[in-house]
C-alpha cells in the first residue's frame, strides 16, 4: 500500500491534469511528498511524477523529472534554513516554484490555476500541519531528512 | 545549511538518471517507447478533448444514479457497440466534410495534403501524425483556405503545433481591403481567436471588416486566410497603428485538419 497508492495518486493527477483539467497538481504532490517523505523516497515520487507528466503531454521526456526532483531537493534545502509554519511562506514557495515551472516549461501562466494551486495547498496545510510545522525547537526550523 | 550526504547523493543519482532518459530521447533510442505508448496516449486526448467539447452534466448524473437492472445492462451493452460503430462513422463522415471543404477551396491544384487529428493537452496543440508519416519541421496547417498554424516539433507518432492564435506567436500578413488595397502588417496571437496586427504604417488605409491573410514566406504560403478587422487603433504622429483583429477559425472546435506536404 506504501507504494500503490502514491503511484496511483501521480498516474491518475497527471492523467486528469493533461485531460481533463489543466491544473499542475502534480506540483503541489511534489511539495507534499518532499514535506512528508524523507529522501530518496520523495525523488522517486518526484521523479515518476515528471515522468508520467512527461509521457502523458508529450513533453521532452524526462525534462519534467529532472525539475520535479530540483524541487524536492531545493525545497529540502530551503527548509534547513527557513519555516514553513507561516501560510505567507508557503504560498511564497508554491508561487516561485509554479512561475518558475511555467518558465521552464514554457506553460502558460494563468493567475486562476495559481489561485487554486494556493488554494489546494493552503487546505492540505490547514489539515495536515504536522507537515509543515516543524518540531525541532532549539535548532530551529530543521527538518530531519 | 548543509544537507545530509545521503540526500545529496540520491539527488544526483535522480538528476542523472534524468539527463540520461533526456539525451537518449534525444539519440532517439526511446522511439520504441514513443511507439508503443503514443496511439494509446493519442487516442486517449482525442476522446477527452471530444468529451470536453460535448460534455453533458446532467446525462452523467443520472447515468451514474440510474438503477441497475438486467434488461438496462444488455440494452447499454449493445448501445455501448451501437456508439462505438457510431464514432467511428462520425470520424469517417468528419473526415469526408473536411475534405469536401478543402476540395472546394481555392487552393492550387497541385498542392498535396495530409489530414490529420488536432487536440489540446494543457495549453498546447497536438497532431496525431509524426515522424512515421514523415511529417517535417514547419509543414503549414490549414482548414479549407485559412491557415492555421505550422509544426514546431515532430515526435515519433505526434507532432506539436504553434497556432497563430497562441500567444508570442508571429506572423507577417497583407490586410486586403474591399478596394483591393494591401497594408503588410505582423499577426500576433494573444491567445483564444483575438489576435492583433502591428506594424501597419500609418499612411496605410484598414478599416473594420477587411480581410487579413498571410504574406507569405519560406514555410508558409501567401494569401491563405486568416482574420478579418474589428477595430483599427490609429494614434497621432505614431510611424506604425494597429488592428484588433478575430481569427476566421477557433481551433479548438476542430477534429480534422490538413498539413500541406508539398507546393
Not at chain 1, 489543466?22 to 512528508?36: E, K, T
Request: aromatic share 12%; charged share 20%.
Amino acid at each position: 500500500m506504501k507504494i500503490v497508492i502514491p503511484l496511483f495518486l501521480i498516474l491518475g493527477l497527471s492523467l486528469i491534469q493533461t485531460t481533463f483539467l489543466p491544473i499542475n497538481f502534480l506540483l503541489i504532490l511534489v511539495i507534499v511528498f518532499s514535506l512528508g517523505k524523507k529522501a530518496p523516497e520523495s525523488f522517486l515520487w518526484a521523479f515518476l511524477g515528471g515522468l508520467f507528466l512527461d509521457l502523458f503531454s508529450f513533453k521532452q521526456f524526462g525534462f519534467s523529472a529532472v525539475i520535479f526532483v530540483s524541487f524536492d531537493f531545493f525545497l529540502k534545502l530551503y527548509r534547513q534554513r527557513f519555516s514553513l509554519d507561516h501560510p505567507l511562506m508557503v504560498s511564497f514557495v508554491l508561487i516561485v516554484s509554479y512561475l518558475l515551472y511555467s518558465w521552464l516549461t514554457g506553460r502558460e501562466i494563468r493567475v486562476w490555476e495559481g489561485l487554486i494551486l494556493l488554494f489546494i495547498l493552503l487546505s492540505i496545510r490547514f489539515l495536515r500541519k504536522e507537515l509543515f510545522f516543524s518540531s525541532l525547537g532549539k535548532e530551529g526550523n530543521r527538518l530531519k531528512l | 545549511m548543509k544537507l545530509p550526504g545521503k540526500t545529496i547523493f540520491w539527488y544526483l543519482v535522480f538528476l542523472l538518471l534524468g539527463f540520461s532518459i533526456i539525451f537518449f530521447n534525444q539519440l532517439g533510442w526511446l522511439g520504441w517507447w514513443q511507439r508503443l505508448t503514443q496511439p494509446t496516449l493519442i487516442s486517449l486526448h482525442s476522446s477527452s478533448n471530444h468529451l470536453k467539447n460535448n460534455f453533458n452534466l446532467f446525462g452523467d448524473a443520472t447515468r451514474f444514479c440510474s438503477d441497475q437492472s438486467e434488461r438496462i445492462s444488455v440494452l447499454e451493452e449493445e448501445v455501448a457497440q451501437l456508439t462505438g460503430v457510431l464514432s467511428q462513422l462520425e470520424a469517417c463522415q468528419e473526415e469526408i466534410k473536411a475534405t469536401r471543404r478543402l476540395l472546394g477551396a481555392p487552393l492550387p491544384a497541385e498542392w498535396q495534403f495530409l489530414p490529420v487529428k488536432i487536440f489540446k493537452i494543457e495549453s498546447s496543440f497536438f497532431i496525431d501524425q509524426g515522424k512515421k508519416a514523415g511529417v517535417e519541421l514547419g509543414w503549414p496547417l490549414i482548414y479549407e483556405n485559412v491557415y492555421l498554424g505550422k509544426v514546431i516539433e515532430v515526435q515519433e507518432q505526434v507532432s506539436k503545433l504553434e497556432l497563430v492564435s497562441q500567444e508570442g506567436s508571429k506572423v507577417s500578413t497583407k490586410i486586403k481591403s474591399t478596394e483591393g488595397i494591401q497594408a503588410k502588417g505582423i499577426l500576433n496571437g494573444l491567445g483564444k481567436i483575438q489576435a492583433e496586427v502591428s506594424q501597419i504604417l500609418a499612411q496605410e488605409t484598414v478599416e473594420k471588416g477587411d480581410l487579413v491573410v498571410t504574406a507569405g514566406d519560406e514555410s508558409i504560403p501567401p494569401d491563405l486566410a486568416l482574420a478579418k478587422v474589428e477595430e483599427v487603433i490609429k494614434e497621432k504622429n505614431e510611424v506604425y497603428q494597429k488592428a484588433k483583429v478575430r481569427l476566421l477559425i477557433d481551433p479548438e472546435q476542430l477534429t480534422i485538419v490538413f498539413l500541406i506536404t508539398e507546393r
